[in-house]
T-cell receptor, first 112, second 118 residues
Framework: DQQVKQNSPSLSVQEGRISILNCDYT??????FLWYKKYPAEGPTFLIS?????DKNEDGRFTVFLNKSAKHLSLHIVPSQPGDSAVYFC???????????FGTGTRLQVFP | DAGVIQSPRHEVTEMGQEVTLRCKPI?????LFWYRQTMMRGLELLIY????????DSGMPEDRFSAKMPNASFSTLKIQPSEPRDSAVYFC????????????????FGEGSWLTVV
């Protein structure tokens, strides 16, 4: 039973446009939410996070939005660049189990 | 820092054979995690250690899987006997503290071990 879900396995966006990656979760006790980025043949690397007490966190071109009532978060990338092409994993931190729970990932392709 | 180091990077083995994956965490990190990546389930946590002690192995799929951490700088994940459905990328990760970010913590991943069981 997936506690963190990424329902879109892939997304294709033109360079310069906005990329929006979505994530849904089921456990209201999660205290932090994170996005990891993964290039082929490499391990995932941390991108950006947000605390459950906030609704927005911005870092350069990357912004994460959290809607607790809908148990939904999204990652916005503006403007998208070809170098952003990667798999993006949404993750949630469970303070009760001390675990980081990942979704299935969304493959983003940014084309020129 | 060299980061989390995993070996082998690629392993192809026949069904029934024993597979051993190795990991060296980042020096000074108290926690070590083993994850498995598959298309269907994404990144699954198999087991994690704190100060070399296994804390939660509820993600280990079956008794064929075992993990050890004999010291702070080395861990192994063993599959015996291996089966084709074990084919996946296995990631080792480490962090200063647990998976939560209560203190601005994060998890650092190795490059993964690609396992193919034929």
């Amino acid at each position: 039973d997936q506690q963190v879900k990424q329902n879109s396995p892939s997304l294709s966006v033109q360079e310069g446009r906005i990329s929006i990656l979505n994530c849904d979760y089921t456990n209201s006790m999660f205290d932090y939410f994170l996005w990891y980025k993964k290039y082929p043949a490499e391990g995932p690397t941390f991108l950006i996070s947000i605390s459950s007490i906030k609704d927005k966190n911005e870092d350069g071109r990357f912004t994460v939005f959290l809607n607790k009532s809908a148990k939904h978060l999204s990652l916005h990338i503006v403007p998208s660049q070809p170098g952003d092409s990667a798999v993006y994993f949404c993750a949630a931190s469970d303070p009760n189990t001390d675990k980081l729970i990942f979704g299935t990932g969304t493959r983003l392709q940014v084309f020129p | 820092d060299a980061g989390v180091i995993q070996s082998p990077r690629h392993e192809v083995t026949e069904m029934g054979q024993e597979v051993t994956l190795r990991c060296k965490p980042i020096s000074g990190h108290d926690y070590l995690f083993w994850y498995r990546q598959t298309m269907m389930r994404g990144l699954e946590l198999l087991i994690y250690f704190n100060n070399n002690v296994p804390i939660d192995d509820s993600g280990m799929p079956e008794d064929r899987f075992s993990a050890k951490m004999p010291n702070a700088s080395f861990s192994t994940l063993k599959i015996q006997p291996s089966e084709p459905r074990d084919s996946a990328v296995y990631f080792c990760a480490s962090s200063l503290r647990g998976g939560t970010l209560s203190s601005g913590n994060t998890i650092y991943f190795g490059e993964g071990s690609w396992l193919t069981v034929v």
